[in-house]
């Protein structure tokens, strides 16, 4: 799960996703594609979001997105078109880049939507944010559960 630094959305995502897949044998990180946080847990409107709805992501910490992680991961999810772009810019093969999506494209296939950044607004906007990731995290899951056969 990538987004820009790394404390919003992709650290929401991040939890989401491992609440819903406890039962899959699959690894789910998030990481930024600029280092402005590096280190820093998640802003703290995504870790009362989050608590409220069952999910602790209060341990996470930021990362920067490396060339290395397309090469470790089998899926990328970008939260908007930037990102996407970003990732694109370190993927040095189509296996990589063919890794590389857009989240909610999960929920809304092909629709491209990018999840709203919330950090500059108020508390509101992330509840959007972790209802538009629930969505999205909801379809992943059973789109794996079905690839693992579950």
């Known amino acids: 799960m990538v ?22 044998p699959i690894v789910v990180d998030s990481a930024g594609t600029s280092a402005h946080h590096i280190g ?65 494209n999960e929920f809304t296939p092909e629709q491209n939507k990018a999840v709203p950044d919330p950090y500059f607004g108020g508390d509101q906007g992330f509840e959007i944010v972790f209802s538009l990731l629930d969505d999205a995290c909801e379809a992943l899951k059973n789109k794996l559960e079905k690839e693992f056969d579950v």
């Open 3 to 24: 987004c820009l630094g790394n404390i919003c959305r992709s650290p929401l995502a991040e939890g989401i996703l491992a609440s819903k897949c406890e039962h899959l």
């Open 40 to 104: 820093e847990g998640p802003d703290h409107r995504s870790v009362h979001i989050a608590t409220v709805n069952g999910i602790d992501i209060a341990d996470q910490r930021a990362r920067k997105l490396m060339k290395s992680d397309l090469e470790d991961f089998d899926l990328i999810f970008a939260m908007d078109s930037d990102n996407y772009t970003n990732i694109l810019k370190l993927a040095s093969t189509e296996l990589d880049r063919n890794k590389v999506h857009l989240l909610l």
